[in-house]
């Protein structure tokens, strides 16, 4: 999988310009982009932008028919993206502001968007 045939590259490159084309939908929707591919030790957050005062953590699926990419975005994914949210929000101080999670569906073809607003909870107890 991935070897001297590039195929693992040309899906990093895909997966690349899906985030941009999901950064420039959102920009347009009037949300501040504020970081890209977020890690740490918990894993990884696509895009962490700001929606008025709410700072929303967004993860971008590419979407090829018939897949569902919010299929994706399962429970264990969800606790995954909760906890990286949470270091983000500790590490920049930003503990206490509203928070919300989207998923962005991004078409493999067309590089369309579809935008689900506050698609989960955080599994994280309070």
Known sequence: MGGSD????????????GEDEA????????????????????GEIDIV??????VVFVEVKL??????PFDAVDERKQ???SRT???????????????RFDVVAVEGRTFACDH????????LDE
């Open 49 to 54: 932008a700001v929606d008025g005062e709410t």
């Open 79 to 81: 606790g995954q993206i």
């Open 85 to 99: 949210a949470f270091d983000f929000l500790r590490r920049r101080a930003m503990l206490g502001r509203p928070v």
């Open 23 to 42: 950064e420039r939908f959102l920009a347009a929707a009037g949300y501040r982009v504020i970081g890209r591919n977020y890690r740490c030790r918990f």
């Open 6 to 17: 590039g195929s693992g590259d040309g899906r990093k490159r895909l997966g690349s310009r």
């Open 116 to 123: 689900v607003v506050d698609a989960f909870e955080s599994t």
């Open 63 to 68: 979407r090829h028919h018939p897949f569902d």
